[in-house]
């Protein structure tokens, strides 16, 4: 197992359309976090899985946002009818259940709305 | 909510010169972790460190849990240092989800 993986690393689109990102977490681990990153800040929470369950979403989550992991194996995070500011870098990070909660990052897909 | 602060916010060194990265954070946490962004924006670990002292080859880092800060320590930079590093924090009681703070951006000068 190379890590986790995120699928595309880079996406334009225009404005309205629909995207979709995957993301394979390490093999063993269970949990599953998807995150946003704006130029010039840090990574900002959107939502976690255990295993196949959404068990938390941020705020910063709109109604045009949805996360699946059905099998909890990999992840989508789709967002609908997008607008210029959901331009951003969106990372998946994943993490095993266990005491050792030490979180792997993908390389991050980079969506810009144009 | 958790608040992290980093300090200082950009930071240009010389190579060869050493420095150190200072993460604060407002309440107790069970996690804490040291990442370097590359230029390409993938976040990579650095240090997984709740408590105690790690080193790790030039880096090392020392969490001091009961007063909710961390140093990180860089010595004989290189310009391969360049990058923003981040500090992450998180909770057992918070499905253990990162806060991270607003980073430290490095220039390692050639």
């Known amino acids: 197992d190379t890590g986790v993986s995120q699928d595309p690393r880079h996406k334009i689109t225009k404005r309205g359309q629909n995207v979709t990102f995957r993301c394979d977490p390490i093999?063993?681990?269970?949990?599953l976090y998807w995150y946003r990153q704006t130029l010039g800040q840090g990574p900002e929470f959107l939502t976690y899985?255990?295993?196949?369950?959404?068990?938390?979403k941020s705020r910063l989550l709109s109604d045009r946002f949805s996360a699946e992991r059905p099998k909890g194996s990999f992840s989508t995070l789709e967002i609908q009818r997008t607008e210029q500011g959901d331009s951003a870098m969106y990372l998946c990070?994943?993490?095993?259940?266990?005491?050792?909660?030490?979180?792997?990052f993908g390389q991050g897909t980079r969506l810009t709305v144009v | 909510g958790i608040q992290v602060e980093q300090s200082p916010p950009d930071l240009i060194l010389q190579e060869g010169a050493n420095s150190t990265l200072r993460c604060n954070f407002s309440?107790?946490?069970?996690?804490l972790q040291w990442f370097h962004q590359n230029p390409w924006g993938q976040l990579i670990n650095l240090f997984y460190?709740?408590?105690g002292t790690k080193q790790n080859g030039r880096l090392s880092a020392t969490t001091v849990a009961t007063e909710r800060y961390s140093l990180l320590y860089i010595s004989s930079s290189q310009t391969t240092d360049s990058g923003v590093y981040f500090c992450?924090?998180?909770?057992?009681?918070?499905?253990?989800?990162?806060?991270f703070g607003s980073g430290t951006r490095l220039l390692v000068r050639p």
């Open positions: 990070a994943s993490t095993e259940q266990a005491m050792n909660t030490e979180a792997f």
């Open positions: 093999s063993e681990h269970n949990r």
């Open positions: 899985f255990q295993n196949e369950a959404q068990l938390e």
């Open positions: 309440d107790s946490v069970n996690n």
């Open positions: 460190i709740p408590s």
């Open positions: 992450a924090v998180s909770r057992m009681d918070s499905s253990y989800k990162l806060i």
